[in-house]
T-cell receptor
Framework: DQQVKQNSPSLSVQEGRISILNCDYT??????FLWYKKYPAEGPTFLIS?????DKNEDGRFTVFLNKSAKHLSLHIVPSQPGDSAVYFC???????????FGQGTRLTINP | NAGVMQNPRHLVRRRGQEARLRCSPM?????VYWYRQLPEEGLKFMVY????????ESGMPKERFSAEFPKEGPSILRIQQVVRGDSAAYFC?????????????FGPGTRLLVL
């Protein structure tokens, strides 16, 4: 039962362009969403989060959009840089349970 | 300010042996979480602990696995009588006192290989 899904295993984007990573969820009880970035042999690094009372949150080059009716969130990175090449995970939590449910990840490659 | 620390980074065990994984949370963080990542998969929640208390162990296998976070010292994830299927990356995360929506910060992980 995959409650959080990242349907694109990989994404390739040209440097300077916008990267859009998508995430869908099935559990309408989720009320807090996070994006993490992971390099090989390292732990996930927190990027940005959003509460279900908002539909957008922005931090520098990173913007997360939440569409509650569609149970969909996306992470926009603009402009994309070579250092952004990594695996990106979306994660969800509900009612402060602190029991994050992760998607399978999307491998982002930024081409020069 | 040091981040979440885990050791060892790599651990090799033979089937039937015990594995002990250690996690020291970030300074000021009193909540610890353990996750497991199998190859090509996302992270799966195992257990959530506060000092001397297990808050939620719903993701932990009922047998062979245990976790603790003592008053002094690091959190320990213990796997007894390891089997090949236990081979995975085990990540620890920590967060400060709960106020509703706390970000979890992850350590570098311990990669367990069972031969």
């Amino acid at each position: 039962d995959q409650q959080v899904k990242q349907n694109s295993p990989s994404l390739s984007v040209q440097e300077g362009r916008i990267s859009i990573l998508n995430c869908d969820y099935t559990n309408s009880m989720f009320d807090y969403f996070l994006w993490y970035k992971k390099y090989p042999a390292e732990g996930p690094t927190f990027l940005i989060s959003i509460s279900s009372i908002k539909d957008k949150n922005e931090d520098g080059r990173f913007t997360v959009f939440l569409n509650k009716s569609a149970k969909h969130l996306s992470l926009h990175i603009v402009p994309s840089q070579p250092g952004d090449s990594a695996v990106y995970f979306c994660a969800a939590d509900f009612q402060g349970a602190q029991k994050l449910v992760f998607g399978q990840g999307t491998r982002l490659t930024i081409n020069p | 300010n040091a981040g979440v620390m885990q050791n060892p980074r790599h651990l090799v065990r033979r089937r039937g042996q015990e594995a002990r994984l250690r996690c020291s949370p970030m300074k000021g963080h009193s909540h610890v979480y353990w996750y497991r990542q199998l190859p090509e998969e996302g992270l799966k929640f195992m257990v959530y602990l506060q000092k001397e208390n297990i808050i939620d162990e719903s993701g932990m296998p009922k047998e062979r696995f245990s976790a603790e976070f003592p008053k002094e010292g690091p959190s320990i994830l213990r796997i007894q009588q390891v089997v090949r299927g236990d081979s995975a990356a085990y990540f620890c995360a920590s967060s400060p006192l709960i106020s509703g929506k706390e970000t979890q910060y992850f350590g570098p992980g311990t990669r367990l290989l069972v031969l």
